[in-house]
Structures are given as C-alpha cells and as structure tokens.
C-alpha cells in the first residue's frame, strides 16, 4: 500500500524529471530507456492510425 508520503515523493520525482513515465505506466530513471518506451508508442500509435483504428477523444472522419 502506498502512503501518501511515498506517493508525495513519487509525484516530486516526476515534476522534477528524476524519473520518466510513458503512458503505459510505465516508469525509468534512464533517459535512454525513455527515448525508447516513447518510440515505441509512437510507432505502435502510427501503426493504428495506418489502419484507420482511432482512439478515444480523437475525432473521426
């Protein structure tokens, strides 16, 4: 169970950039480690939207 101590420190860790979080949740120290979680979204996300799967709160054609 988190405290809200811990969660403090954790939330102040991602303001400062100390550590990285991608929209999966997941979460890195490294900045490289980083790079790629965010490439990797990008290119999933630009393989959905090459098959015309759309999103929540994207509008559609």
Not at 10 to 26: H, M, T
Not at 27 to 49: I, K, M, Q, V, Y
């Amino acid at each position: 169970m988190t405290t809200p101590e811990s969660r403090r420190q954790e939330e102040q860790a991602l303001e400062s950039g100390e550590v990285y979080q991608d929209a999966e949740g997941r979460r890195t120290t490294d900045p490289g480690t980083a790079a790629a979680h965010a490439h990797s979204e990008a290119d999933r996300n630009a393989e959905h939207l090459k098959r015309g799967e759309v999103g929540p709160g994207a509008p559609e054609k």
